[in-house]
């Protein structure tokens, strides 16, 4: 399908488009990201990247599908970039697909991972409505105008990665927006509270135990009833709005829908909201607020704390497990919600077959191990999911795709119980740290253990988050990464990502759009409709290239090669990869962030007499050219602070 031919078509670029989109094509090199920035890229009209899309189109084969792998293990080899759809919007123009695809040849990423894109509630990100839609919203008008459709349109944005050499990943979560579209839909799949006539207690329910399974089924079964009239009501048969329903239809589907939403709040049906994080068991129904119409609940911890500043009361958890007690963890195994752990497991096959998704970022399994009961993770600590629900959804991800990718959303560098429900990869905590010596040290530990040999058939790495879209959040940072670290630290941490990603043990880098440029705001475009705070910093993007364009120099030798002699001192950090000849030494140093903020200076590092004198190139990153140089039984170099330098030798012969 030529889709980006009829884009193409339909936005009739003129010739000013097609120098521009001449121009970003000669750019490409190789996999190199270009080096305009992310903000000029944006700014560019819609008809210039598709031309560029186009011209890609005709000159060479999209990349085959990742899930069609004998197994998943492309996922270490690869490196991940997040997008947010949304927040691609610039200078009043609305993020889209369209305009998504505008800042992925500026993307070093091989592996895209797209934040939810579905209708919202709330205006946020991570309360979707329904996870087997696409947003109409992220959609361009006129292409829908000229026919091309709202799921034709993410199929093109998937069409331009796979150009680029790209695969794309979805996000599943295991909640929705309170009163979504789903819960509406099929309410069995949901906790909800049932309050009486006055608004102070249950009015079916046991107060203190009001989360069994004949709860869910029977006020699942009142709120269906409303469901169904208030569709007879409308003359529809369902809630879910598809492309090709007329106007009149759309229209009455909404009112179908916010009328079943209003009754059920008036006979006092709620869905049950998610958890807050370090809760257990259920939040229990505390009190109703006359004024604002809704019910308050109580969130507690194991201690009995209070943590309801920190519930994030817009959200339903699927409910995978019935007879959960409020606000206390199980104490015996508690039986299973089929429907709602099949609906789950299955939603991502949706997107893979459909859309030709490859991998799934798995949200709110990070805390997996410590929310379980029992050591065999079959008794749940609260209502996020379990080993058991997760391992079943990625076993349902590779039916008939043996490799599809799973990266768990977990910020630790814990792999093993991750890697035997079926995981390629966890998060890492680096985006939560400073590049210093403790972090550096774990990181060596952690290159340590993944380059050892091991029983398990599954190999499994720890991504190095360079950035996380949360990282804004008040309970991590506070602010973006980038505007807490500034652009030296943040190269930096790029910098060493890039270096520590050798051999087996190598950890895939992770980075956020924006990353490139120095934009920020993807935290607070995930709680608004928003784009982000664009920075066009172009010196900073052309230092991002040339970082990559010297670690694309250096990989073949690095993916075979392994880290030998290392030091770290509180200042500075040195480690040396060489491969099983001694053909070639790659030497980096990197100076750490300390307190005191001084430069290193002058540094001697010693080396094996054996490799004799040697000669290469030293880069001074972001400099991908370098200068010569030359050694003998040590390297000899200064270091200035936040500094970093990779030094490429070979044995010298006159």
């Not at 890229?41 to 031309?51: E, P, Q, T, W």
């Not at 009190?287 to 507690?300: E, H, I, K, L, S």
Request: charged residues 25%; negative net charge; contains cysteine.
């Amino acid at each position: 399908m030529a889709i980006w031919s009829d884009i193409e078509r339909a936005l009739s670029p003129d010739d000013d488009d097609r120098a521009f989109a001449r121009r970003i094509a000669g750019e490409l090199d190789g996999g190199i990201p270009v080096p305009t920035t992310q903000t000029a890229l944006l700014r560019a009209s819609d008809a210039a990247i598709a031309a560029f899309f186009a011209q890609l189109e005709r000159s060479r084969s999209p990349m085959a599908r990742r899930a069609m792998e004998a197994d998943s293990s492309w996922m270490l080899r690869a490196d991940f970039g997040w997008v947010n759809v949304r927040a691609c919007a610039i200078d009043d123009r609305p993020g889209t697909f369209l305009r998504a695809a505008k800042v992925l040849p500026s993307m070093t990423a091989s592996a895209i991972l797209l934040a939810p894109f579905h209708p919202v509630q709330f205006d946020l990100t991570y309360a979707p409505e329904t996870m087997t839609i696409v947003d109409p919203a992220l959609t361009d008008p006129t292409l829908t105008a000229a026919g091309i459709s709202q799921a034709n349109q993410l199929r093109a944005f998937v069409a331009a990665c796979r150009l680029l050499g790209k695969c794309v990943g979805y996000e599943l979560l295991p909640y929705v927006s309170q009163f979504s579209r789903i819960a509406m839909e099929r309410p069995s799949l949901f906790r909800w509270v049932a309050l009486d006539e006055s608004r102070t207690s249950l009015a079916y329910a046991d107060p203190d135990f009001p989360y069994r399974a004949e709860d869910r089924l029977r006020d699942a079964e009142f709120v269906a009833d409303i469901a169904s009239a208030a569709k007879e009501d409308y003359g529809v048969v369902s809630f879910r709005k598809h492309e090709d329903d007329s106007p009149e239809t759309s229209l009455a589907k909404d009112k179908a829908y916010y009328s079943a939403i209003r009754l059920c709040i008036d006979q006092g049906l709620w869905p049950v909201p998610a958890h807050a994080r370090h809760g257990v068991g259920i939040p229990s129904f505390l009190r109703y607020d006359g004024g604002g119409d809704f019910p308050v609940f109580a969130y507690r911890d194991a201690d009995g704390l209070d943590l309801g500043e920190d519930a994030y009361g817009v959200v339903a958890p699927f409910a995978f497990y019935d007879d959960m007690p409020p606000n206390i963890p199980p104490t015996r195994l508690v039986p299973r919600n089929d429907d709602a752990i099949d609906y789950y497991a299955h939603v991502f096959s949706y997107w893979r077959d459909e859309f030709g998704f490859d991998f799934v970022r798995y949200n709110a399994v990070d805390r997996i191990v410590e929310e379980s009961v029992d050591d065999a993770g079959l008794i749940p600590m609260s209502d996020r999911p379990t080993r058991e629900v997760v391992g079943e959804a990625i076993s349902a991800s590779r039916e008939r795709a043996s490799g599809v990718g799973a990266i768990a959303a977990r910020k630790s560098a814990d792999v093993d119980v991750y890697a035997g429900m079926g995981f390629d990869l966890t998060m890492g905590s680096e985006s939560l740290r400073r590049i210093d010596a403790p972090l550096i040290e774990e990181a060596f530990a952690l290159y340590d253990a993944l380059s050892r040999p091991v029983a398990s058939s599954r190999p499994v790495s720890v991504c190095f988050a360079v950035d996380v879209p949360e990282s804004g959040a008040p309970r991590l940072w506070g602010a973006p990464l980038t505007r807490v670290m500034g652009p030296e630290r943040m190269r930096l941490r790029h910098g060493v990502a890039r270096m520590l990603a050798v051999g087996r043990g190598r950890r895939p880098l992770f980075e956020t759009m924006g990353f490139q440029d120095c934009s920020t705001g993807l935290y607070e475009a995930g709680l608004s409709i928003k784009g982000l705070d664009w920075a066009d910093d172009a010196i900073f993007a052309s230092g991002y290239v040339a970082v990559e364009r010297l670690y694309a120099r250096l990989r073949p030798f690095l993916d075979s090669a392994f880290i030998a002699e290392r030091y770290v001192k509180p200042g500075y950090a040195w480690w040396q990869i060489r491969g099983e000849s001694r053909a070639r030494l790659v030497i980096v140093v990197a100076s750490l962030e300390t307190e005191s903020g001084a430069a290193p200076g002058h540094l001697s590092i010693p080396l094996d007499a054996a490799w004799g004198d040697t000669e290469g190139r030293m880069y001074t990153l972001p400099d991908a050219v370098g200068t010569g140089i030359s050694a003998g039984r040590s390297l000899e170099l200064d270091l200035g602070f936040l500094e970093m330098v990779v030094v490429d030798l070979s044995p010298a012969f006159f």
